[in-house]
Structures are given as C-alpha cells and as structure tokens.
C-alpha cells in the first residue's frame, strides 16, 4: 500500500510538471503570436507610407502625361500604379490580419440603410465583373431597411466575396443576393454571393478561411492573391456575431453565405 502510495504521488508530480511544462509553452507561443502580430503591424505602416507616395506621385505624372499628349508614358505609369495599387491591397489585408490577432480591430457601430450597401457593391461589382467577361446579376427586395453596425467592414467583408468570385468566374454569371430572416426573436441579414466559376474541391473547401492557405499553386499562380481575404472576412463576420459559410464544386461554381444581426451590439 505504501509502494502504490508513492507511486501515486510520483505520477501526480510527474502530470504536474508536465502541466506546467505545457502552460509555460502555451505561453511562451501566445507571446510569439503577439509579437508577431505587432511586428507585422508596425511593418505594414511603414510600408504603406513609401508606398503611397509612390502612388500618389505615379498619378500626378500620369496626368502630365496625358496633358503632354504622351500616350506611351501614360501607359506605363498606369501600369506603376495599378502595381502600386495591388500591393498596398495585399499590405492592407496583412495589416487587417495582424490587427485582429492582436486584438486591436474594433467595430465602428453607427446606422445605416441596407439598401445603400447593395447600391455599393452594385456600383463595386459590375466592373469587377466585366473585367473576366462576366455578368452580375442583384437580387435584393425593394426595402431590407435599416441595420445597425459597422457598415465599413461589412462592405469590406461583401467586397472580398465578390472580388473572390468575380476573379474565379470566366464567362460567367456572379449574383449577389440580400435577404432578412427573424430566428430566435432575432433579426438577420444574410447576404449571398454565389458564382459559376472554376469552384472548388472538398479540400480546398476545408481550407478556405484558413490564413495564409492559398489555392493549389497552378491557380494560385494564375490569379494571384495573399489568400488573406477570407480568413479576415470570416473573422470580421465573427466579430459583428454572425456567421459565414461555403459551398462549392469543381467546374460548377462556389456559393458564400454569411448572416449578421440586423442590430449588432458594441461590446463593452
């Protein structure tokens, strides 16, 4: 009895070091992440200065340019500043990324008409649309109404779904569609952007709102991208209490759901 009873008691010391072991580590990662995130943070900024300049400075040429009647220079410094442009649009996502890990993205609450979200990601969408020879279709009743969030980050949540699905989608049709529900004495919104593009398979599909996890490298390569979009854009969801989910097939298209509150509390 006295033999089991050291036994014991070795065991317990042994689960308690390791235990500790184990909080020491998590900690240890947890530190690492958020310096991580900080760096990438600070990083971000200091890019984006040079950067704007850059396009702030391409733009002002290019006007000259085109007032000099120089067509040929006019077209390279469009293509300098469209660079410009897509970089600071991947510097941003990491920016946003590395503002939700280190808890340091906050929601704006304030009023807005759910009809002026769709006028804008009308206006955003049909040049995205065109750009791959596609069609945009809206489908939205006359009046969804009144909602109360952060009506930037919605936008931005809608833009990446419809930037996504309009990039995949050749010769296709890409609809967005808006829609209220009352579930649980609760008001929803759920906006849709479904697609008739390259779709994906159940793998890609696992891994689509995982960071830094980008398609397989043939159409990574093809179209680009920091694989940032969604996994922000789920995250931004997840903040304002909704939800969003994927459903997709090769060849056949992919289709984003996400629902918010109507009326999203400001957490205190």
Request: proline content about 2%; aromatic content about 4%; hydrophobic content about 40%.
């Amino acid at each position: 009895s006295l033999a089991f009873e050291r036994m014991s008691d070795q065991v317990m010391a042994l689960i308690e070091a390791r235990t500790k072991e184990l909080e020491v580590a998590r900690d240890d990662a947890k530190e690492a992440n958020l310096a991580k995130s900080k760096f990438l943070a600070n990083m971000s900024h200091e890019l984006r200065t040079p950067l704007n300049a850059i396009i702030g400075y391409g733009e002002m040429m290019f006007e000259e340019a085109q007032d000099d009647g120089n067509e040929a220079m006019a077209e390279d410094l469009t293509k300098i500043t469209n660079a410009g442009k897509h970089l600071l649009g991947l510097i941003n996502d990491i920016l946003d990324l590395s503002k939700i890990e280190a808890g340091k993205m906050e929601l704006a609450i304030t009023e807005f008409e759910a009809d002026d979200i769709v006028s804008a990601i009308r206006t955003i969408g049909e040049p995205l649309a065109k750009k791959t020879n596609s069609l945009l279709k809206v489908e939205a009743p006359d009046k969804i109404g009144q909602m109360s969030g952060d009506e930037t980050k919605l936008r931005q949540c809608l833009l990446n779904l419809m930037s996504n699905a309009c990039k995949f989608t050749v010769d296709g049709i890409v609809t967005f569609s808006i829609r209220s529900d009352q579930r649980e004495k609760l008001d929803w919104v759920i906006f849709e952007v479904a697609d008739s593009g390259i779709g994906m398979n159940e793998t890609q599909l696992s891994k689509v709102f995982e960071e830094f996890t980008q398609a397989e490298d043939d159409t990574s390569n093809k179209f680009g991208g920091t694989g940032l979009g969604l996994p922000i854009t789920k995250q931004l969801v997840e903040m304002m209490g909704g939800t969003i989910v994927a459903e997709s097939e090769p060849g056949v298209g992919s289709t984003f759901r996400m629902e918010v509150p109507r009326v999203i509390e400001k957490k205190s």
